[in-house]
C-alpha cells in the first residue's frame, strides 16, 4: 500500500517555495511499480514535490529507507542506486533535523580498535529514521581516513556532554560492552544542581530504586555557590538506570541546571548542567589500566 503522511500544519503545498521558518514535517511510503523510474530521487520528487536536489540532500542525510524482498529496512543514501519493482521506500522528512548543523565534538585519544571522544551538549549520539547527519556517530565516521565502522558501547543524552568511547569494529564493540555489562568501567560525572546540598553533608548516597530496580548513586559536594544557589557535585554511579543522576538529584529536591525534563526552577539559558568528566577501564588487548579525563579520588 502506497501511503503518504503529513504531520505538518498549514505549511505550503510546494516545499521548495515554503518559508525558511516554516518547519516541515511529513512522512511518505511507496512500493514501486512497474511504471516507475528506477531512482529514488525521480520517484520521491513526484511524490512530494520537492527538488530532486532537496531529495538527494535529504539521501545523503539519512532521511530516506529501502526495504527490499521482505528484509529490514536499510537507509538509501546514494541517488543513483537503482530501485526495482516492490522495494518499498520510505522518506522521512524534516526540514528542521535536515537543516542541523552539529557542534563539533574533540577526539581525546585514538587506540585503533577504539576511540575517546568528548561530545559537546546539545549533539545527539545516534541518528533517528529523520537523518544521522547531525550526529556524533555520523561525525566520527567521517573524522577517520580511511572511514572506519562506528559502534556506539554506551551513551550520553543529548543535552549533556562529556566523553564517550566509541568501537571501530564488531569485535572491538563486543568486548567493550561486557566491560559496561559488568560494570567494570569507572565514569565518573560532574553536576550542577539547584540548592544547598551541605546540609545533607560533604559526601553522600542516593539508594532509591528507578523502575522498580536497585539504583545507588554516590556523590560528593565540591563547592556551594551561595550567589547562585547551587551546588556543584562529583557523582559516580553504581548502577545504570534511565536518568538515574538526573532523576535521583530530583528526586531528593536538588535537580540539575537546565534539565529539561526533571526539576522545576532550574532552568538555565546555558543548557543541562551535567558532564561526564572522567572514564577509566582495563584495555581488552593490552590487558592494561587506562583511563581518560579527570576521575577525582
Known amino acids: 500500500m502506497n501511503e503518504a503522511t503529513d504531520d505538518s500544519a498549514g505549511d505550503d503545498d510546494n516545499a521548495d517555495e515554503a518559508s525558511d521558518q516554516a518547519r516541515q514535517v511529513f512522512t511518505i511510503e511507496y512500493t514501486l511499480r512497474d511504471d516507475d523510474p528506477p531512482f529514488a530521487p525521480d520517484v520521491l520528487a513526484r511524490l512530494t514535490g520537492l527538488s530532486k536536489l532537496r531529495i538527494k540532500d535529504a539521501m545523503t542525510k539519512g532521511a530516506v529507507w529501502r526495504a527490499r524482498d521482505g528484509r529490514k529496512p536499510e537507509r538509501m543514501r546514494r541517488a543513483t542506486t537503482p530501485l526495482k519493482i516492490g522495494d518499498r521506500v520510505n522518506?522521512?522528512?524534516?526540514?528542521?533535523?535536515?537543516?542541523?548543523?552539529?557542534?563539533?565534538?574533540?577526539?581525546?585519544?585514538?587506540?585503533?580498535?577504539?576511540?575517546?571522544?568528548?561530545?559537546?551538549?546539545?549533539?545527539?549520539?545516534?541518528?533517528?529514521r529523520f537523518g544521522d547527519h547531525a550526529t556524533l556517530a555520523s561525525q566520527v565516521a567521517r573524522h577517520f581516513e580511511p572511514r572506519r565502522e562506528v559502534y556506539l558501547v554506551h551513551r550520553l543524552d543529548m543535552?549533556?556532554?562529556?566523553?564517550?568511547?566509541?568501537?571501530?569494529?564488531?569485535?572491538?564493540?563486543?568486548?567493550?560492552?561486557?566491560?559496561?555489562?559488568?560494570r567494570t568501567v569507572d565514569k565518573r560525572y560532574r553536576i550542577e544542581v539547584r540548592g544547598d546540598l551541605r546540609p545533607r553533608g560533604e559526601h553522600g548516597r542516593i539508594d532509591l530504586p528507578l523502575d522498580d530496580k536497585p539504583a545507588v548513586t554516590d556523590y560528593r559536594l565540591e563547592v556551594y555557590r551561595e550567589a547562585e544557589d547551587r551546588s556543584v557535585v562529583l557523582v559516580k554511579m553504581l548502577s545504570g538506570r534511565y536518568h538515574q543522576i538526573r532523576r535521583h538529584f530530583d528526586a531528593i529536591g536538588h535537580p540539575v541546571i537546565g534539565d529539561p525534563r526533571y526539576g522545576q526552577g532550574n532552568k538555565d539559558p546555558q543548557g543541562m548542567r551535567l558532564s561526564a568528566i572522567g572514564i577509566a577501564f582495563t584495555d581488552p588487548w593490552t590487558r592494561q589500566p587506562v583511563s581518560y579525563g579527570e576521575l577525582p579520588a
Not at 522521512?92 to 581525546?108: A, E, F, K, M, N
Not at 551538549?121 to 541518528?127: F, H, I, Q, R, T
Not at 568511547?165 to 563486543?174: F, N
Request: hydrophobic share 45%.
Open 91 to 128: 522518506l522521512y522528512y524534516d526540514s528542521g533535523v535536515l537543516g542541523l548543523v552539529p557542534p563539533v565534538p574533540t577526539l581525546i585519544a585514538d587506540r585503533k580498535r577504539y576511540s575517546v571522544w568528548f561530545k559537546p551538549p546539545s549533539l545527539l549520539v545516534e541518528g533517528s
Open 159 to 182: 543535552e549533556a556532554s562529556g566523553l564517550l568511547v566509541i568501537a571501530h569494529s564488531r569485535q572491538a564493540a563486543a568486548r567493550l560492552s561486557a566491560l559496561f555489562q559488568a
